[in-house]
Structures are given as structure tokens and as C-alpha cells.
């Protein structure tokens, strides 16, 4: 869904500051509550023993339910359903954490993912507020971006080559930053008023950075 944003890229006339807050203000608080469900459904899937192909299937009923999420964003059903999409989705990333956590130098590389990823959230969500700055330019390179990571994803999966794992990872970590500051902008601009869509968009970012250091940290330390 993130391809919408970037083909439609371009940001409306600015409205009042008062609207605009309002949203930024709904957007962070049912973020910060997304990400503690999704982190709790994360704690219950690890606690469980959940097996990576039953993680595949609650990935995949993630992306099902994220188009429910975007048919309703506009009605009180929307809220229930970006909680079962993230929740979906934090339960997903269980047998991945376990993987990890399982390794000697498991809680380090866990710990500095999320670390890593808090601090480059913070620090571009903060930047595109305090400098109010248009980033809706960078619309069609992120999604070409995209494209090219996907594209690229599902031939690693075939070819196997761990340098492309590494490039990747890397790749869709500057992505997702940069969607960090397209859609922060969008929403100080006035290209967004919808809080539930602004939030699933931020979430998206930050998963996807999350996932993709504590990758790269992986491979790095397995060097």
C-alpha cells in the first residue's frame, strides 16, 4: 500500500495548523500504541514456539487485513483493524526474534536493531517537523526504489547471494528512511488527514527498518 503514496506524491494546499496537529498528534499516539501491541504479540508468539511457516501465515493474513485497514480508514472500524494488522504482524516477526535471541551474541544484535531504529526514526521524524521541508519530490525515486528491492528480493531468493543480502538490506533501510521524511512531510504539508493511513505508513517504515538491521547486523556479526 505504500505504493499509493508515492504515486500520488503530490502534496495539497497547506491547511490550517490547528487541523494539521491534530492529525500529527493522532498519527504519534496510535503509533506508539501499535507498536507496543505489536510488540506484545511478538513477546506471545516467541513464548509459544511459533514455527517460521505459521509466522508465514500470519505475514501473509497481515497483508490481507492491511487492505482492510485502508478500506475502512475512514470509519471507527479502521482502528480495530490497524490493531489486528500490527498485531498480525509483530506475531509474524516472533519466530525471527527467537532465531535470533538464540544466537551468543543474540540480545546484542536485537537490542542495537531496535536501538538503531529509534534513533533514525526520531532523528528524521524530527527533522522533517522542525524544518517543515517539502520531501514530496522524493516521491518517485522511493518508489522506483521500491521496485527495484522487490524485484531484486525475489531473485536472491533463488540465487541465494549473501553480498546481495547484505546490499539489500542496506538498500531498503535508506528507503524506508526516506519514506520516514516523505510521509512525516506529507502530513505537515497536507497531503494526508487520515491518522489511521498515516500511521500504517510510518509503522510500515519502521518494521521494515527494524527487520532489515537486525539482518544486516546478523550478517555483519557472523563476519
Known amino acids: 500500500m505504500q505504493d499509493k503514496r508515492l504515486v500520488n506524491g503530490s502534496i495539497a494546499a497547506t491547511r490550517p495548523a490547528v487541523e494539521i496537529n491534530k492529525v500529527l498528534k493522532n498519527t504519534y ?10 510488540a506484545m504479540t511478538a513477546g506471545v508468539a516467541m513464548a509459544v514456539g511459533l514455527s517460521p511457516m505459521m509466522g508465514l501465515g500470519l505475514m501473509l493474513g497481515a497483508f ?22 500490527t498485531g498480525l504482524m509483530g506475531a509474524s516477526l516472533g519466530p525471527t526474534l527467537s532465531y535470533y535471541l538464540q544466537l551468543a551474541n543474540g540480545p546484542a544484535l536485537v537490542t542495537q536493531a531496535l536501538g538503531g531504529t529509534a534513533i533514525i526514526f526520531f532523528a528524521l521524524s524530527g ?6 521541508k517539502d520531501f514530496s519530490f522524493m516521491g518517485g525515486f522511493l518508489f ?3 521496485m527495484v528491492a522487490l524485484v531484486a528480493g525475489i531473485a536472491n531468493i533463488f540465487l541465494g547471494i549473501p553480498a546481495l543480502s547484505l546490499a539489500l538490506s542496506a538498500a531498503i533501510i535508506l528507503i524506508m528512511s526516506g519514506l520516514i521524511l516523505f510521509d512525516t512531510s506529507r502530513i505537515i ?22 527487520i532489515n538491521l537486525l539482518a544486516l547486523l546478523g550478517i555483519m556479526g557472523d563476519d
Open 29 to 38: 499516539m496510535l503509533l506508539g500504541m501499535t507498536l507496543l501491541f505489536s
Open 64 to 85: 490481507v487485513s492491511l487492505f482492510v485497514v485502508h478500506k475502512t480508514a475512514d470509519s471507527g472500524k479502521g482502528l480495530m483493524w490497524i490493531f489486528v494488522f
Open 127 to 132: 527533522y522533517a517537523l522542525t524544518s517543515r
Open 144 to 146: 522506483v526504489g521500491l
Open 189 to 210: 504539508h497536507g497531503g494526508e488527514t487520515n491518522y489511521i493511513r498515516a500511521t500504517v505508513s510510518l509503522y510500515l517504515s519502521i518494521y521494515n527498518i527494524f
